[in-house]
């Protein structure tokens, strides 16, 4: 099938289009074995190159995932939705539920790893708290996993001069989480800030959020600002792109 243009498709392109179109027709449902290299070599005609070339478009485009002397599968984990606005709102935080609890349906996301510490601000971190450069910020480190898969690791960076001896500075922080802490000492953010693009992990990034090669991760970085533009948290987030959805949903 020619293209706009009057060029052709790549025949990998091809083929990786039709086993999109069978998975959305329903033909390979979650958890399906789709057809392997050498199935797609037989059917289409192709060398093995062009078979794995169209399986890994399906790959990076998270919709199936390589088991090793298996195969290749359907992802069956759904894409989690999350909620930009909603999950900010001093009605979410300020009424003492988690800030994730707005992405959530059914499923229950889990942090299976948490570190909190004290430590000396980069260069980074100073400039955007408004910090002159080395002094101490708590540094909270966590990852996120759902239904058994790592999604998403952060690490939230707020001034020791704000926080020291709060419950900030402990694994749990307590209802409504740092948000709700915060507006205890008297530094409630009143706005926030997001800066986000994509872009290929690290391999530390990759091994930390089990990413299937080729799949890239949006790098989400929001900062919390208290009355008067006080920024009071930087949040550096490392999301695994195939697993979420952004949602942005606001008046005009």
């Known amino acids: 099938?020619?293209?706009?243009?009057?060029?052709?498709?790549?025949?990998?392109?091809?083929?990786?289009?039709?086993?999109?179109?069978a998975i959305r027709s329903g033909e390979y449902g979650p958890g399906d074995r789709v057809p392997g290299e050498n199935d797609l070599m037989a059917t289409y005609e192709v060398a093995r190159m062009t078979a794995r070339q169209a399986l890994g478009v399906l790959q990076n485009e998270g919709l199936v995932e390589a088991r090793r002397g298996a195969g290749v599968f359907v992802r069956s984990f759904r894409i989690r939705r999350r909620r930009g606005i909603q999950r900010l709102a001093q009605g979410q935080w300020g009424s003492g539920r988690s800030i994730w609890s707005a992405d959530l349906d059914d499923r229950e996301l889990v942090v299976d790893q948490i570190d909190v510490s004290e430590q000396k601000a980069?260069?980074?971190i100073a400039g955007a708290l408004g910090l002159s450069s080395g002094a101490r910020v708590w540094v909270r480190s966590r990852r996120f996993v759902l239904e058994g898969?790592?999604?998403?690791?952060?690490?939230?960076?707020?001034?020791?001069?704000?926080?020291?001896?709060?419950?900030?500075?402990?694994?749990?922080?307590?209802?409504?989480?740092?948000?709700?802490?915060?507006?205890?000492?008297?530094?409630?953010?009143?706005?926030?800030?997001?800066?986000?693009?994509?872009?290929?992990?690290?391999a530390d990034e990759a091994e930390r959020l089990s990413l299937s090669p080729g799949t890239p991760v949006i790098h989400l970085v929001r900062t919390a600002f208290a009355e008067g533009g006080r920024p009071v948290e930087v949040n550096d987030m490392t999301l695994d792109s195939a697993s979420y959805v952004l949602e942005y949903d606001f008046d005009a």
């Open 1 to 21: 099938m020619a293209s706009q243009g009057g060029t052709r498709q790549p025949k990998y392109q091809r083929i990786a289009d039709a086993l999109k179109a």
């Open 122 to 124: 980069d260069n980074r």
């Open 149 to 202: 898969k790592p999604v998403l690791f952060a690490t939230s960076y707020l001034p020791s001069n704000i926080v020291a001896d709060s419950a900030i500075t402990r694994a749990d922080t307590g209802p409504g989480g740092v948000y709700a802490r915060l507006a205890e000492l008297g530094h409630e953010p009143v706005h926030f800030r997001e800066e986000l693009r994509s872009r290929m992990p690290s």
